[in-house]
């Protein structure tokens, strides 16, 4: 139930990213975009810092959410990764 | 076609907004911060929902080896890792030093980007890495970062 979750979690995650990515194409060109999506931290604080211009408030709160969530269910189930440890970061 | 418009600059760019870089330099502390404790820092969504490592895994670990002088595990983790370190530490400078003393390592910087095409340079160098590591030792650079 915790795997089903979590994976429906990361996957909302990587919708935001891609998202903000796409914003990112759009507002600041095509070098930023790809290292949004190289870097999805650099993407993250890009978005918070532009939420307001380009409109994507709602997207950056859900993605949040949605990080903080995992970050929680991490901490109860340790579930995350398909046949890997939870503790793996970038 | 024009040079400016073959390579436009990106690190300059990142340079020359204050107020992104220090939250740059905030972020990237406390993701190295948790990594040298061994805490969960930022999650990346693609290998937590795909099982795939995305480009920059291993990044921070890499990089608080090479902070502890482990250079070969660094480079080995990661080999863009010392490029990282650079990165951040001209943000760093960039980000704290009064702005009409950066001015010239920012103009540099910037005309370095548009007549050599260093970033477009990296980012694609970061992505055949990234390439060559899932296609040709997908097992062992799985193995690397579950480590």
């Known amino acids: ?90 | 076609m024009s040079r400016t418009i073959l390579f436009p600059p990106l690190f300059a760019t990142i340079l020359r907004d204050r107020k992104l870089g220090s939250f740059i330099c905030g972020a990237a502390l406390l993701q190295l911060l948790l990594t040298l404790f061994g805490l969960p820092g930022w999650p990346c969504p693609l290998i937590h929902a795909l099982g795939i490592p995305c480009p920059g895994c291993g990044l921070s670990r890499a990089t608080v080896f090479l902070f502890q002088g482990h250079v070969k595990e660094a480079v080995t983790l990661h080999a863009f890792a010392p490029v990282l370190v650079l990165a951040l530490g001209i943000i760093t400078v960039c980000t704290l030093a009064p702005r009409q003393r950066i001015e010239r390592l920012v103009t540099g910087t910037e005309t370095l980007e548009r007549y050599t095409g260093l970033t477009i340079i990296l980012l694609s160098g970061l992505i055949l890495y990234w390439l060559a590591r899932l296609m040709i030792l997908q097992a062992a650079f799985v193995r690397l970062i579950q480590s």
Request: aromatic residues 10%.
């Open chain 1, 1 to 90: 139930m915790l795997g089903i979750l979590g994976m429906v979690v990361w996957l909302g995650c990587i919708i935001c990213l891609i998202m903000v990515v796409i914003k990112m194409f759009q507002d600041k060109g095509a070098l930023h975009g790809i290292l949004g999506l190289i870097c999805g931290l650099y993407a993250f604080i890009w978005g918070w810092l532009n939420a307001d211009r380009v409109g994507i408030k709602n997207i950056m709160m859900i993605w949040s959410l949605l990080i903080l969530i995992s970050l929680v269910l991490g901490f109860v189930g340790g579930f995350s990764i398909p046949g890997m440890t939870p503790s793996t970061t970038p």
